[in-house]
């Protein structure tokens, strides 16, 4: 399939964890940065975290740095978002997307610099 394909998603009380997982068969996943977004209801998609092909360095928004640790297996040509200590505003619908191009240097947080979407995973935090 050419779009990424998200998993892992889940409902957890606040405080817990949970991983998702980013595959595609058609990219291989270290040639591209790939980002992960989320978009709650009634909220615009934002960009929280990426990570980059050729360096491998990550970006985080401010909201999720020290709790959310994006990583890549290429043997599996899988993208992996670790969650932890989540809350309930991290309740939304998560998505993965790869970059419009390859081997770029870094990665971005904005949705403009991704060309292919997943369909997003729900994660649902209760308090």
């Known amino acids: 399939q050419s779009q990424p394909v998200e998993s892992g998603g889940g409902s957890v009380h606040s405080g817990g964890s949970l991983r998702l997982s980013c595959k595609t068969s058609?990219?291989?996943?270290?040639?591209?940065?790939i980002g992960w977004f989320r978009q709650a209801p009634g909220k615009q998609r934002e960009g929280f975290s990426c990570?980059?092909?050729?360096?491998?360095?990550?970006m985080y928004a401010d909201s999720v740095t020290g709790r959310f640790t994006i990583s890549r297996d290429n043997d599996k040509n899988t993208v992996y978002l670790e969650l932890n200590n989540l809350k309930p505003d991290d309740t939304a619908t998560y998505y993965c997307?790869?970059?419009?191009?390859?081997?770029?240097?870094?990665?971005?947080?904005?949705?403009?610099?991704?060309?292919?979407w997943g369909r997003g995973t729900e994660v649902t935090v209760s308090s």
């Open positions: 997307a790869i970059d419009r191009q390859a081997a770029r240097s870094g990665c971005a947080l904005s949705l403009m610099e991704y060309n292919y």
């Open positions: 058609r990219f291989t996943l270290n040639y591209y940065a």
């Open positions: 990570l980059s092909s050729k360096d491998d360095s990550t």
